[in-house]
């Protein structure tokens, strides 16, 4: 189930760069299978995370980093929500492509060095 998280994580950073470009480079949005495919893997993102840590709470290993990469999920997808939304002046997509990328970058740091004690 890791390597399935892992693989699903690299694609959803691929769909997030992919649509950045477009956005920021033509002022284009992406085409509805780009658009579809992102909501599907995020269901399956976040499928596998909660049974990984469904996993990992039966064993009671600590898990405090696994709610903020939570967190930072939420954050990631609402910024780039309002990144992405053909609306949207060129500063909001700006700003929100920053905040989707920070917190895209700061799950991958969580993700690789897995601090016990977090919070």
Known sequence: MKHLHTLLALIVIGLFIYQSILVL?????????????NHIVYALIIVSGAW???????????????????????AAISAS??????DATSSQSKVGIVIAGIAYASIVTLAYTKPENFF
């Open 25 to 37: 480079s033509a002022n284009r949005q992406a085409p509805r299978v780009i658009k579809i495919a």
């Open 81 to 86: 929500v309002k990144a992405f939304k053909p």
């Open 52 to 74: 990984m840590l469904m996993q990992l709470m039966s064993v009671n290993a600590p898990v405090q980093w696994v709610f903020a990469k939570i967190i930072l999920l939420l």
